[in-house]
T-cell receptor, first 118, second 109 residues
């Protein structure tokens, strides 16, 4: 099946630093990837849509200057949390769209990255 | 918002029993998908049902979709302790997925 990886799986950083999270589709090419964040015991909230070779599209209320997204290739998207603060602590999950032979696009999710900002 | 709403929020059953979770949504959709998430882990795709489908099966899973009522249900038959997880519905439209709040299922051995 389609596999998506994320790196790192867990990161702890000091307030004010920047953190980069990578999302890779391992065995398929993904023109579109999505970034979500999930607070404890809550659902996933879509942050942005990442399209290869173009600027990301951010959901309402998500600061594009704080959450920098780069989709440099068909298998890699990165999310950089700039000047992180404790309120940015969350579980960040990416997904990559895999277009099935039936023409239906299914999102396959990475294992998530737990960010803790001290 | 077209975010799905799920009920119940939490469900606790004995191993071997069936578990039913419901999802309602607000706007038109292309498809509706169900995912499972074990605590602190990523999401596992369970099943996708298109807007023109009414029922779909996959192993012990049965999903129904009623577009007139804007609702879907996920039935897990003969539950196992390993089914303990959170289950989310997600409505798909224009490529995006909007997730419901999820149902936390606990299956007691």
């Amino acid at each position: 099946g389609a596999v998506v990886s994320q790196h790192p799986s867990r990161v702890i950083c000091k307030s004010g630093t920047s953190v980069k999270i990578e999302c890779r589709s391992l065995d398929f090419q993904a023109t579109t990837m999505f970034w979500y964040r999930q607070f404890p015991k809550q659902s996933l909230m879509l942050m942005a849509t990442s399209n290869e070779g173009s600027k990301a599209t951010y959901e309402q209320g998500v600061e594009k200057d704080k959450f920098l997204i780069n989709h440099a290739s068909l298998t890699l998207s990165t999310l950089t949390v700039t000047s992180a603060h404790p309120e940015d602590s969350s579980f960040y999950i990416c997904s990559a769209v895999y277009l099935t032979s039936g023409g239906t696009d299914t999102q396959y999710f990475g294992p998530g990255t737990r960010l803790t900002v001290l | 918002s077209q975010q799905g709403e799920e009920d119940p929020q939490a469900l606790s059953i004995q191993e071997g029993e069936n578990a039913t979770m419901n999802c309602s949504y607000k706007t038109s959709i292309n498809n509706l998908q169900w995912y499972r998430q074990n605590s602190g882990r990523g999401l596992v795709h369970l099943i996708l049902i298109r807007s023109n489908e009414r029922e779909k099966h996959s192993g012990r899973l049965r999903v129904t979709l009623d577009t007139s009522k804007k609702s879907s249900s996920l039935l897990i038959t003969a539950s196992r302790a390993a089914d303990t997880a959170s289950y989310f519905c997600a409505v798909g439209n224009t490529g995006k997925l909007i997730f419901g709040q999820g149902t936390t299922l606990q299956v007691k051995p």
